[in-house]
């Protein structure tokens, strides 16, 4: 069996990761890592989220602080689920380090654009394996790091990756909306959401007011509104560089982005988990909405192939609805692993569909650990 270690294990992420590795065939969890605060407490004890669905042994594990300066060395994949800024200061600082001894994934941002550094979505990318191996081999490491993308970004790359293959249809343009829900700002998001639609009690009122509020208060109970306090800009910065990195070419050491327009518009909306989004695509050739549908349903034959004896792949990577997706009916598709389309058509010479999937599951903890599956497969763990 393979160990794995957790840090931030008591957050969203954390959770969903410890679920994920319940019963796996070859990863088993060996440490918990979480803050100060938690630190020394039973799992039951430190984590105040929903623990109903894991077993007693997790629930009686300590849990460790977060130290890097003294790293383990008897795991084999250290997984990071740490707030943004902590795990920027760990990995900025520590990551290198860490990597000589164990393969380190992270859902943090600080080390996604980095150019000797992959960013792999396991059914869109896995050939960038290559620079993990260029990495190993310059820095005589054990492992390397593999930061895991904006959670944003993965229908997006899903619903490009297969029009890319074919050179029937192409991708020249691409405009996304985006709707996302609020466990994707973390635990302490969801817990003052669930104050306000306490304090709310029946529908909230929009606030009257002749005269603009120049920066209004961060709510989300009955709102749309930016992903960080004041806009989305940096978000949507992430989300552009990161689909152009994962969607390009290996070539002699570094990824050559794939070359195309995208532009992205983010929101924040009160649903609980699940990022649904709007894409539009100008295709370099004209197509119907069947090729568009066949174009899919071969990339899902091709997933089966290739990745559908990893213990977390969904029996369908890509589910294909004739209706709209709709985030509470449909985010647990797959286990939560599948990518949602509906409503796909064609008007104006442009491909328009609807996309849905889960940023908890598929977006992060257990994309990750289906990520680690594949890593295992290759040999490279």
Partial sequence: MLKVGIYGATGNVGLEAIESLINHPFLEISHLYASERSAGKKYKDACFLDTSLLPKYILEMNVEPTNMKKPPRNIDVA???????????????????????????????????????PLIVTEVNADHLRLAEDYRKELDSIGCPFPQCNCTAVPIVFALKPLLEDESIGVKEVHVDTYQSISGSGARAVRK???????????????????????????????????????????????????????????????????????????????????????RIKPKKSCTKQD???????????????????????????????????T???VGLGGGMSIVMGAIEIENGWIRLRTLSDNLKKGAAKGSVQLMEYLHKKQFL
């Fill in 328 to 330: 509470r009916y449909d």
């Fill in 79 to 117: 997984f990071f689920a740490l707030p943004e800024e902590i795990a920027k200061e760990f990995e900025l600082r520590y990551v290198e380090e860490l990597s000589k001894h164990m393969t380190v994934i992270t859902t943090s941002s600080a080390l996604r654009m980095y150019e000797k550094i």
């Fill in 193 to 279: 959401w669930q104050k306000e639609r306490l304090k709310e009690k029946g529908v909230p009122k929009p606030f009257m007011s002749e005269r603009p509020v120049i920066y209004p208060e961060l709510t989300y109970e009955g709102n749309v509104r930016p992903i960080y306090e004041k806009n989305s800009k940096e978000e949507e910065k992430k989300v552009k560089e990161e689909t152009l990195k994962i969607l390009g070419t290996y070539d002699n050491g570094k990824i050559i982005p794939v070359d195309f327009t995208i532009d992205c518009m983010c929101n924040r909306v009160p649903t609980l988990r699940g990022h649904f989004e709007h894409i």
């Fill in 292 to 326: 568009i549908i066949s174009i899919y349903e071969e990339f899902n034959e091709k997933c089966r192939k290739l990745y559908g004896d990893l213990p977390s792949s969904p029996e369908k990577t890509l589910t294909l609805l004739h209706r709209e997706p709709q």
